[in-house]
């Protein structure tokens, strides 16, 4: 297949065959992990978790729900100020459930934060995060992370979910978009 670089690509970083190699590595992690505990639920987190998690959630050999969550960080310029808005909870009751995170990236940290207290806080059965990228160079608060896609030094990626300015989501890999798309 013919893989399309658009002109604000820098590069590739995660092609397809990488992403999906780890994805499904991931899902047999999560399936042996959960193999006895019903009632798993998958929360995908709006918008840039969608891919991820549909590919992870087809992957798994466990019963599971799916829901989704969305959320707004209010952003000076670049720069994240921490404060995290609920715009979307999720459909149904989470309450002695076992809820398990899904994320695509982590970067500040303030989102997972954020999300880990407000779940918490509804007395899930268990609770714990799946995060397909991080950047540890980025974190501002520390959270902890069960399954963990790929560590990344700090670039703007796109693809595979992620955008920027809500563009290059759907590209099928993860690449690195060139600095003057942002600078
Ligand atoms: C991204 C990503 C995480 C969050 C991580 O969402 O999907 O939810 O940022 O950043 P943090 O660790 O610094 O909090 P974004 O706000 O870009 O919205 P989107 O998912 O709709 O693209």
Known sequence: MNT?????????????ETIAVRVHELAV???TDYVKSDN?????VLKGAFIFMADLAR????????????LSSYNRGTVSTGAVRLIMDTRA???GRHLLIVEDILDTGYTLDYLLRTFRARNPASLRTCVLISKPDRRQVE??????GFEIPNEWVVGYGLDYSDRFRTLPYIG???REMYK
Request: charge should be negative; hydrophobic fraction near 55%.
């Open 4 to 16: 399309i670089i658009p002109n604000a690509i820098e590069r590739v970083l995660l092609d397809e």
């Open 40 to 44: 798993l639920v998958l929360i995908g």
């Open 143 to 148: 959270v902890p992370v069960d399954y963990l």
């Open 59 to 70: 992957c798994l050999t466990v019963p599971h729900h799916v829901d989704f969550i969305a």
């Open 29 to 31: 992690q999560i399936s």
């Open 176 to 178: 690195v978009l060139k």
């Open 93 to 95: 009751s989470v309450t």
